[in-house]
């Protein structure tokens, strides 16, 4: 099977230049100029751009056990539509994936439903070490530890369990840090003064800057006492930044950092428009955080961009602040979001192409995905930036049926997804006969 993608503009390694793009099979064949070979399929991209598919790093899919709220294959259909070819799932499904077995289990649904390229964390509680420990580096993403906070009982807070992670894990762990101490002393600070009808303004305050610095501080602290390569997700403060460092190159730094869609979009000026549908841990905070993240993934002290795509059901949204669930859906809107920076003069076509593709691929040592090169899987996107659109619930994919972004205006458009040399989507039609591919990892 061969595709050749014909007069694109390719953006990729900090370069944008006109190419055609020739796939053979499920990798890239050739790269080059007025490419001319017989092919089963050819694509006319003159006047759009192609990058290549875009990792995120930390997803929520929900299943096993919230299928009300999503699916492994309703969420990658919503994502591959989003120019996401590949996703890395977090452990708090139901059962949680804390043994071998459970997480086996997760990559086996995937293979049979994903259309997208796929991995699993494992997950981590007080009580799990020994099968922590025996995750195998070239075949699962990481290890997740919920520090500090958790909506389940993944909270990992024995100071001697994480010691014992940090200083025995022989592979990436990815971190969720927000102090639970902190947070509820400001809930019940909160309550004394609106009792059960706090807020949804109120959430910035609660689960504040200070309770994510003494927690993200915290691992930093046990990264650097181990060398433990550590990532600490989805940061939302500016006083979290001075943790990371933007002297040295991706590849070569221990401690990595990630920012997310809706902390670079939103900010507590929104909670009055948006409600609860902006409710996410950690919180969306004030404008002044917003902007100095978006400073901090210009200048790579942040290395990634994700989503933290994480669905609830619209009536569990619709719940007062203290009993409507925290999280989002997002992959089906994350491209485009960055592209509307891009058209906003915030950020480069190379640089969301650089942190949303190649950084996570070199983050977490993926094979042979995240850049446009000869040899490597063919997973690409093609991108008019000239053809406008309005988020609304009847072109939603997610399987919540929501957004927060509804009624958005995009000015750019995903035209062709295309994984593992399989055009998955073509302008709003899947084409599903295949399914994504297990990642598999650069690491000894």
Aim: proline share 3%; with cysteine.
């Amino acid at each position: 099977m061969r595709i050749l993608i014909k007069n694109a503009k390719i953006v990729n390694e900090n370069k944008i230049y006109d190419s055609d793009v020739l796939i053979e099979n499920d990798k890239i064949k050739d790269i080059q100029k007025n490419i001319k070979s017989e092919s089963n399929h050819i694509i006319d991209a003159e006047g759009m751009y192609l990058i290549p598919g875009v990792i995120d790093d930390q997803v929520h899919f929900r299943e096993p056990g919230f299928f009300e709220k999503g699916t492994i294959y309703t969420e990658s259909k919503a994502a591959v539509a989003g120019g996401i070819t590949t996703f890395m799932e977090m452990p708090n499904t139901k059962p949680q994936a804390l043994t071998q077995k459970l997480l086996e289990n997760k990559f086996e649904i995937a293979s049979k439903s994903s259309l997208a390229n796929y991995s699993f964390f494992m997950g981590v509680s007080n009580d799990n070490l020994e099968e922590v420990l025996n995750t195998d580096p070239r075949k699962v993403a990481a290890i997740k530890i919920f520090m500090g906070s958790s909506t389940g009982d993944m909270l990992v807070d024995d100071r001697e369990v994480l010691e014992k992670i940090f200083k025995h894990s022989k592979m990436l762990i990815a971190v969720h840090c927000e102090d639970e101490e902190t947070i509820q002393n400001n809930i019940i600070n909160a309550k004394k003064v609106y009792g059960k009808k706090i807020p949804i303004s109120e959430h910035a305050k609660i689960r504040s800057a200070d309770a994510c610095y003494k927690s993200s501080s915290m691992a930093v602290e046990l990264a650097k006492k181990y060398n433990t390569r550590l990532h600490v997700f989805h940061i939302s403060t500016e006083k979290e930044l001075s943790l990371f460092r933007n002297d040295i190159p991706l590849a070569k730094k221990r401690i990595t950092s990630e920012a997310c869609i809706h902390h670079l979009w939103f900010d507590d000026t929104d909670y009055k428009e948006k409600g609860t549908l902006i409710k996410w841990n950690p919180s969306i905070k004030k404008p002044s955080d917003k902007e100095a993240l978006l400073a901090a993934v210009l200048d790579n002290r942040i290395d990634v961009i994700a989503t933290d795509h994480a669905p609830h059901t619209l009536k569990e949204k619709q719940n007062n602040y203290l009993t409507a669930p925290s999280g989002g859906p997002l992959v089906q809107h994350a491209l485009n979001a960055m592209l509307e920076m891009y058209k906003e003069k915030k950020i480069s076509l190379e640089h969301i192409v650089q942190k949303m593709c190649h950084d996570p691929a070199i983050c977490f040592q993926i094979k042979k995905r995240g850049f446009i090169r000869k040899g490597y899987f063919a997973d690409l996107v093609l991108v008019d930036l000239n053809k406008s659109w309005v988020v609304d619930k009847d072109n939603l994919l997610y399987k919540c049926k929501w957004s927060p972004f509804e009624g958005q205006k995009f000015n750019s458009k995903i035209t062709y997804t295309i994984i593992n040399g399989h055009i998955v989507y073509d302008n709003g039609v899947f084409h599903e006969e295949k399914r994504g591919k297990r990642l598999t990892f650069n690491r000894k």
